[in-house]
Nanobody, 122 residues
Framework: QVQLVESGGGLVQAGGSLRLSCAAS????????MGWFRQAPGKEREFVAI????????LYSDSVKGRVAISRDSAKNTVYLEMNNLKIEDTAVYYC???????????????WGQGTQVTVSS
């Protein structure tokens, strides 16, 4: 069955870095663009970044642009989110998703992982 398993979250001080991973299985990884979203308590799930099927094109939300890099390794069926200069407002559960469309809209993603918590402290 389809699985997306995120890892790499944790507690980090403001200004620190984290690298999230999302391991995919149960579907053809190279058929889908891969995205990262996040959801803070009491807020909607919001788009963070997306990488295309080939890994050559990326798109970022304005709130993370310049601090975050998304990449994918098709040999490992894994997508990554490298986050630097983390801010307190980056605190959220981070989810990876898979989609056939080049989109930032969460409703157009077919598959989701269970999420990994990122907490940034002052």
């Amino acid at each position: 069955q389809v699985q997306l398993v995120e890892s790499g979250g944790g507690l980090v001080q403001a200004g620190g870095s984290l690298r999230l991973s999302c391991a995919a299985s149960g579907f053809t990884f190279t058929d889908r663009h891969m995205g990262w979203f996040r959801q803070a308590p009491g807020k909607e799930r919001e788009f963070v970044a997306i990488v295309d099927v080939g890994g050559g094109s990326t798109l970022y939300s304005d709130s993370v642009k310049g601090r975050v890099a998304i990449s994918r390794d098709s040999a490992k069926n894994t997508v990554y989110l490298e986050m630097n200069n983390l801010k307190i407002e980056d605190t959220a559960v981070y989810y990876c998703g898979a989609t056939r469309r080049w989109t930032t809209m969460k409703d157009q993603y077919d598959y989701w992982g269970q999420g990994t918590q990122v907490t940034v402290s002052s």
